[in-house]
């Protein structure tokens, strides 16, 4: 049993820098949490931080609006930092008789009050108490992402919500979508309703597959963005169009729809490039989805366009991404799109080699997802029931022991923007599953997208080992990996 009182020890991601001192500040009925005056981001996340001590302490801390800085309360929440924190940063301080967290902005603060829920004892206890303790966190990158494929198994609100909360715990702050493929297309477009009404009807296996109404899209955007988790919608193309085109004929050069598709092959689908179709379809399905999500990005995917001439796949990224222009968007897509022209802005996701030397030669910033480290998909192990393993088996230590910033060869850190761990889903059906293959490794992925470069392995695997207990009490159906002494 890991000894709460020491859990500064156990913090992932790990603070750019901590501190510790004598005592502990504990947790009674008269705590009192102060936030500022009529800010409603900064109340959601106090009655947050209230919630989360209730959970160990027994009793919910009041909220109170502070309405000057003479000593009333004991936990305060200040906008009013150091601007060497930036905008995602904080600081905290803990001491025998109180807390003190500040931060620029709301989102400082949110991380702020993830760190006190880790620093906080695991189950709840008469004397829960937080270690004194003073940090000072700053993020290494921007982009700390995760992608959930809800086309080849479709995935509910509530499952996409609880990803949303478990991720968000590791300051995590961009969750991609991928909305569309073969198999599936899951978001409601209203100028082209068979797209989920045929194209949303199945999924791999033959399943019955789903989509989101537009509300529910915007709920589960609302949702990600009071954690500070920023939403990237995927529509998959040139290839991967299966469900789209088997909605509309008029969308195939032979006028005729193929057949739904239940299996897991890819490559074999293409849009139809040389008609001008194609760009109004997208242009109506681009101008919804950018409607609904006010973020900046749009991903148009790219990846595999094996049924796609190079001559056309060139043609066809240089006119999507003036449609994602059009619509005041900024495209990203996978490795691939490096092999076309790329507007100034456009963003490429490198999964694999191809196209990575044309999108660094054309200056275009980076998000790394090396299928080899951070495809989630892939298995653990020989064992592992579920996932995939083309690009290799991928260990907890795997996905943690390697260096993004001296990744890829050539690439200046100044060009990443971040990393991403994809969880395909052709052999994910539930979110236990979800569970299985997303945790442990997430947390890797989380701490070398925050924490300062050069953290190792050997203390790593150390903090790990007491987060099996956090995330049993969270309920989550991570993997045991033999690779950590779990506690
Ligand atoms: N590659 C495909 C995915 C998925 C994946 C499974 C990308 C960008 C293999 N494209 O990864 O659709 O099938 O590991």
Not at 72 to 79: D, M
Not at 136 to 158: I, N, Q, Y
Not at 385 to 408: I, R
Not at 417 to 441: C, H, N
């Amino acid at each position: 049993m890991h000894n709460p009182e020491d859990c500064y020890v156990c913090l992932i991601p790990k603070p750019t820098s901590v501190f510790e001192s004598e005592g502990n500040f504990s947790l009674s009925r008269d705590t009192i949490i102060f936030t500022q005056k009529d800010n409603r981001e900064t109340g959601f996340i106090a009655n947050l931080l209230s919630t989360f001590l209730g959970e160990v302490s027994g009793y919910e801390a009041p909220v109170r609006e502070q309405d000057s800085d003479k000593k009333q309360g004991n936990i305060y929440l200040s906008l009013k930092a150091d601007e060497s924190l930036g905008e995602e940063g904080y600081e905290v301080s803990i001491t025998t008789d109180g807390v003190r967290l500040h931060a620029n902005s709301p989102a400082g603060l949110f991380y702020g009050v993830q760190t006190l829920r880790q620093l906080l004892p695991i189950y709840s206890s008469e004397t829960a108490s937080l270690p004194a303790v003073s940090i000072r966190d700053v993020p290494r990158f921007e982009w700390r992402g995760a992608m959930l494929d809800v086309s080849r198994h479709f995935f509910g609100v509530e499952d996409v919500k609880r990803f949303i909360d478990l991720i968000s715990h590791y300051k995590i702050n961009r969750l991609h979508l991928h909305l569309s493929d073969d198999q599936g297309w899951r978001v409601e477009i209203k100028s082209w309703p068979r797209l989920t009404e045929v194209g949303g009807s199945t999924q791999v296996g033959g399943g019955k597959g789903g989509y989101f109404t537009q509300e529910q899209y915007k709920e589960i955007v609302d949702y990600a963005r009071s954690r500070y988790i920023m939403i990237v919608p995927e529509i998959d193309t040139p290839g991967h169009t299966n469900a789209a085109l088997a909605s509309y004929a008029e969308l195939n050069s032979s006028e005729e729809a193929p057949e739904l598709y239940t299996d897991t092959r890819v490559g074999f689908s293409s849009l139809w490039i040389n008609s001008e179709i194609t760009y109004t379809f997208l242009d109506d399905v681009i101008r919804e989805v950018a409607a609904l999500t006010p973020t900046p990005y749009i991903h148009i995917g790219g990846d595999e366009a094996r049924s796609t001439s190079e001559e056309d796949y060139k043609y066809f990224i240089k006119r999507i991404q003036e449609i994602v222009a059009a619509h005041g968007k900024t495209a990203i897509g996978w490795s691939e799109i490096g092999e076309a022209e790329l507007l100034p802005g456009t963003i490429a996701q490198i999964w694999i080699p191809a196209g990575f030397e044309n999108a660094k030669r054309q200056s275009a910033k980076m998000i790394l997802s090396p299928a080899n480290k951070i495809y989630l998909d892939m298995k653990y192990d020989t064992s592992s029931p579920l996932g995939l393993d083309w690009a290799g088996l991928v260990s907890v230590k795997d996905s943690y022991d390697w260096e993004p910033g001296s990744y890829m060869e050539g690439l200046e850190e100044s060009q990443i923007l971040g990393i991403e761990a994809p969880l395909w889903t052709e052999t994910v059906q539930s979110m236990k599953d979800i569970e299985y293959m997303t945790f442990p490794r997430l947390l890797g992925v989380a701490e070398l997208a925050w924490s300062p470069k050069g953290q190792t392995w050997d203390d790593y695997r150390q903090r790990l080992a007491a987060h099996g207990e956090r995330m049993e009490a969270m309920g989550i159906n991570f993997f045991k990996s033999p690779d950590v002494d779990w506690e």
